[in-house]
């Protein structure tokens, strides 16, 4: 037998099947003799062999390898750690039983967020094929309780997507779990405002970047800072579609499904002790009964602009036959067109509400927005009018419902649950910011944003009325200590609370109901009630230490009164006055470390035609003061730490009770991946 030399065993080894045959021919040990190798040396020659011999590992035949299991998978999320210590100088009557006050206690530590938001959340999605994927998570949350029980369970549930191409159009489809989607202002979708916030309280779900003072700079830049998928979006559980590239420049849009409004009661089978499946994880709906949306839209695309023709349905019934049924309708045309000079949208249609004791009959419903550019009138404009009928409701929609009082349906089972029927019940005559739309309500807003070397001066005034007298009540928010507020009642939003029953609890937020008493001897309303809001915004850029730094202020002067008035009334002849003043500050000191500063002021003053206090005769005089300052520290990649500290005080000179002050502290760890 002809002897091989080294290089050539190697080059011959390097070959997997010619291994094989010298083994099943028994003639490896015969060359290995041969050439007084060992084993040893046999290794290390096939390791260099596959190492460095590329172009014999693409000449020999290779054995088929099953791809990955893990391919195309991935893992993201964040860990959130959140503290809060308050404590009351003045503490708060949260209600009065018996006739006496009953005080929140003047300590209170928090570890975990009250806002119900879990600390690790794990984002998981997977694509299998180009044209498939998956998507869900999983949130752990500990209650801290001193015991070792963690809550674990899905926060969106288990998401499909997919997508495939024709000839004619291209498809995608997405299924399963909660997802996040918008339409148009008056189908489905969520305000969002004109970016006239205080950024000094982090929420829950803000992200995070390598630069520490990026989230300041986002809003001096662009008026706004980075949100996740949900910021203006509705959350749907069911099926979407949306068909793409369609003959003629035509696109389409189609939802079937349950919106946060059209929800159901469930089941906890970890309750029935009869049930041999028991556990606490699992959950069924606890009846049949239909509360499902249906949508659509059809778009036609041109070359600057677009139109579309929309609409939104929603089907329950207040009974557990099903036969009385709650239907509400929304049909519009939505249109964009945009010049070089200006820009001119909107939407307009009709509504129907229906149920077994009401059938408001048919509401219009009508929504301009004409923006002109400053190369035509110096200074850019946005004009906003908007008309809502009374008799339109649609609690998924950008409008705030303040006239119909919504049924209930019987797909919330024994007791009425968040999502069954609508969280936006009646709530009197809203006082809004500006921009927000209410149906039974007429509006115009003017918005202008200058800026003036560095700078940013953003103006907003409106002016609006209702359309018909349906209610003696006026609501208001807190935006001065507002978040703190919400605080006092951990883990619910009950309504009519507080010492004198007339805070209601948002998710971040309160506000109050007004009783007029300017009514007729039956106790109708008389009175026409104008709406009237400007808002002011400057935002400024500037050095310290060789470093940028933010300087912010907001302002908000709010009116409701029974006369027409082109600005806010500034006087007794208003219902309700509420004025706020917010100004931020934010230093960056070293590329990892920004010290935040913020004052809050706010008034809110009532005339003697709302209600007034028994005791001392006066109507509402309230005042809320905020002081803090914070500290924003990049700690590693990806990971910092959030302090805040605010003073609070709160006090109707009025009303003896309606009062507290104090101190809170909050800390935040985020970590992302």
């Known amino acids: 037998m002809r002897t091989l030399s080294l290089s050539s065993l190697c080059k011959k080894l390097s070959n997997s099947s010619l291994v094989l045959s010298l083994v099943r021919d028994n003639r490896l040990d015969d060359i290995l003799r041969a050439n007084r190798i060992s084993i040893y040396f046999l290794g290390l020659c096939l390791l260099s062999t596959s190492l460095f011999s590329e172009a014999s590992a693409q000449d020999s035949d290779t054995l088929e390898v099953k791809p990955s299991p893990l391919q195309g998978f991935n893992i993201s999320g964040n860990y959130r750690f ?22 929140l206690g003047e300590r209170s530590i928090l570890v975990g967020d009250a806002s119900q938001l879990p600390e690790l959340t794990l984002n998981i999605s997977g694509k299998p094929t180009s044209k498939t994927s998956f998507g869900t998570d999983l949130v752990v949350w500990n209650q801290n309780d001193g015991g070792f029980n963690y809550y674990r369970n899905l926060q969106l549930g288990i998401n499909l997507y997919g997508s495939f191409s024709t000839e004619h159009a291209n498809v995608s489809v997405k299924a399963g779990g909660i997802h996040w989607h918008s339409m148009t202002p008056f189908t489905m979708k969520s305000f969002s405002g004109y970016n006239r916030y205080s950024v000094f309280d982090r929420n829950p779900w803000d992200p995070q970047f390598k630069e520490i003072d990026k989230r300041y700079g986002d809003y001096y830049k662009n008026g706004a800072i980075s949100q996740d998928v949900r910021w203006a979006q509705q959350a749907v559980q069911g099926l979407i579609v949306d068909i793409t590239e369609l003959p003629l420049g035509l696109s389409a849009n189609i939802l079937y499904g349950k919106t946060q409004n059209a929800g ?66 929304i049909n519009t045309v939505e249109f964009f067109m945009k010049q070089k000079k200006f820009s001119f949208s909107g939407e307009f249609g009709m509504g129907h509400y229906q149920d077994v004791y009401q059938d408001l009959g048919t509401g219009e419903m009508v929504s301009l927005r004409l923006s002109l550019n400053k190369n035509l009138t110096k200074i850019p404009i946005e004009i906003h009018a908007y008309r809502i009928s009374p008799n339109v409701v649609n609690n998924n929609a950008e409008f705030v419902n303040t006239a119909v009082n919504e049924t209930t349906s019987a797909a919330a089972g024994s007791q009425v649950v968040i999502g069954a029927n609508g969280v936006l019940q009646q709530s009197g005559s809203a006082m809004l910011g500006l921009g927000q739309m209410a149906n039974n309500r007429q509006a115009i807003s003017v918005n202008t944003e200058i800026d003036i070397n560095g700078l940013i001066l953003s103006v907003g005034n409106s002016f609006g009325k209702e359309i018909e007298n349906l209610n003696n009540t006026i609501t208001y928010g807190h935006s001065i200590n507002g978040l703190t507020m919400s605080r006092f009642w951990r883990w619910s939003f009950p309504s009519n609370v507080g010492p004198y029953n007339r805070k209601s609890v948002l998710f971040r937020g309160v506000f109050e109901n007004v009783a007029l008493t300017d009514l007729s001897d039956n106790g109708e309303v008389i009175n026409d009630k104008h709406f009237n809001n400007i808002e002011t915004q400057l935002k400024y850029k500037y050095n310290f230490l060789k470093a940028q730094s933010y300087f912010f202020y907001l302002g908000s002067y709010n009116s409701v009164q029974s006369d027409f008035s082109p600005i806010t009334v500034f006087t007794e002849d208003a219902y309700i006055r509420h004025y706020s003043h917010q100004i931020e500050n934010y230093l960056k000191v070293h590329p990892k470390l920004i010290f935040a500063q913020y004052l809050g002021i706010e008034r809110v003053i009532g005339n003697y035609n709302t209600q007034v206090d028994i005791e001392s005769g006066r109507p509402r005089n309230q005042e809320g003061i905020g002081i803090g300052f914070g500290i924003d520290y990049t700690l590693a990649k990806n990971t910092a730490l959030y302090l805040r500290h605010r003073y609070f005080t709160f006090e109707d000179r009025s009303f003896e009770l309606d009062k507290f002050s104090g101190h809170e502290t909050t800390l935040e760890l985020k970590i992302t991946f």
């Open 264 to 329: 159901s009661a469930f089941t906890d089978l970890g309750q029935n002790p009869n049930d041999s499946t028991s556990n606490q994880f699992i959950k069924f709906f606890d009846n049949t009964i239909p509360n499902n949306v249906y949508a659509g839209r059809l778009i036609k695309s041109f070359k600057k602009g677009s139109v579309s023709l929309n609409t939104f349905n929603r089907i329950s019934y207040s009974d557990e036959l099903a036969t009385d049924k709650i239907q509400n309708s």
């Open 82 to 103: 959140f503290a809060q210590h308050r404590m009351f100088t003045d503490p708060y009557a949260v209600e009065v039983a018996n006739g006496a006050p009953i005080y």
